[in-house]
């Protein structure tokens, strides 16, 4: 199963749960922050080390691409396409001076010894 194919399944779920379809269905913003909650019960999960099972990291890295599968949806978002673009994007891009690697050097030349 490709992820189009997760996508319609999880647009097929919502329709069951009316958890909304199509973008007047829904809070974006709302939608947002159970995503992020979700971002939230993985750390939690993470630090409680409950990697599997209920509640655990497995699962709520689950819930993370549940939530964004549905909200792509609602908003017509190919997140597969979307995601190929960004890989093939990353490929090609220049790391070397990005500011995050320049903030973790700084971090670095910082810590303690
Ligand atoms: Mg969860």
Do not use: C
Request: net charge neutral.
């Amino acid at each position: 199963m490709n992820l189009s194919e997760l996508q319609k399944k999880v647009m097929e779920l919502a329709n069951e749960k009316n958890w909304g379809t199509k973008p007047d269905d829904v809070i974006f913003a709302e939608k947002l922050a159970l995503l992020h909650q979700e971002v939230s019960e993985a750390l939690e999960a993470y630090r409680a080390g409950r990697l599997t099972g209920k509640d655990g990291v497995q699962e709520e890295l689950a819930d993370i691409i549940l939530r964004t599968l549905h909200l792509a949806g609602v908003y017509n978002i190919d997140l597969e396409k979307e995601i190929l673009k960004k890989i093939k994007l990353n490929y090609d891009r220049d790391w070397s001076n990005d500011q995050l690697y320049k903030d973790r050097d700084l971090r670095n030349k910082n810590k303690p010894r």
